[in-house]
């Protein structure tokens, strides 16, 4: 087997496991659904708390069965293409603000700033990182999440800064790797696998990303991508 031919299999052997488990999730996800609409009127609260955990129960694995799909495609490479970083992080924001209403994002970055390198990429990271800030964020009842973009040689540099609870140091590489999670399944919404697709993007192009994290001040997370700056000429 060649090089190329065995990235091509393992991906075809994911995609197949992805398509056959979803089928008996969105049983068991439909099953629980009729169970609640068949319940009595005088069926306990507890009961019926039970049925609602089997349903939340099968849209996070229904999450977790795509977010695996989505590691393993994650060292596939687009096409570069000039982008306006600034614009690239509003729209950013603007999506996490959908999912996560309420989320105060402050943006620090020069207007003009143009670079080239793969939007949908940077996009996809900067919105995971950016909605586990503002996760964090949510549950610990504080201010808001910052994200700064600059450009230092040919690479284009940017930071997202939160003020949660923080990560004790033993864990803060630990949060790089698949299916870690630091919290229990109930006090966090999430599967351990946002990060470890950031880094599997970030490092199969070149780039690095990096976290530096103080107990009850807050998060940094630094990602580095190469990026040419764009001349106004260009």
């Avoid at 069965?65 to 509003?90: F, K, P, Q, T």
């Avoid at 103080?214 to 991508?225: A, F, L």
Wanted: hydrophobic content about 40%; overall charge negative; some cysteine.
């Amino acid at each position: 087997m060649s090089a190329q031919e065995e990235p091509r299999r393992s991906r075809a052997f994911v995609d197949l496991v992805r398509h056959d488990l979803h089928a008996p999730v969105r049983a068991i996800s439909s099953l629980a659904t009729f169970i609640a609409e068949d319940l009595p009127e005088e069926t306990s609260a507890a009961t019926r708390a039970h049925v609602a955990t089997i349903s939340e129960r099968a849209a996070r694995l229904h999450s977790l069965i795509d977010d695996l799909a989505r590691y393993d495609r994650a060292d596939i490479m687009g096409d570069a293409e000039a982008v306006s970083v600034r614009s690239l992080i509003e729209s950013t924001v603007d999506d996490v603000d959908a999912i996560s209403p309420g989320t105060r994002v402050d943006i620090d970055v020069e207007v003009d700033l143009t670079v080239w390198v793969e939007s949908d990429a940077v996009r996809s990271c900067l919105l995971e990182v950016v909605e586990n800030a503002a996760m964090h964020r949510a549950q610990s009842l504080r201010g808001s999440v910052q994200v700064s973009a600059s450009t230092h040689g040919d690479m284009l540099s940017i930071v997202v800064e939160d003020d949660g609870f923080g990560i004790l140091p033993e864990y803060q590489t630990m949060v790089f790797e698949p299916l870690r999670k630091l919290h229990s399944t109930d006090a966090v919404t999430g599967n351990g696998m946002g990060l470890a697709i950031v880094k599997r993007t970030m490092n199969s192009r070149g780039g690095d990303v990096r976290l530096h994290s103080t107990i009850d001040s807050g998060t940094v997370v630094r990602m580095s991508w190469p990026a040419p700056r764009v001349s106004a000429g260009r």
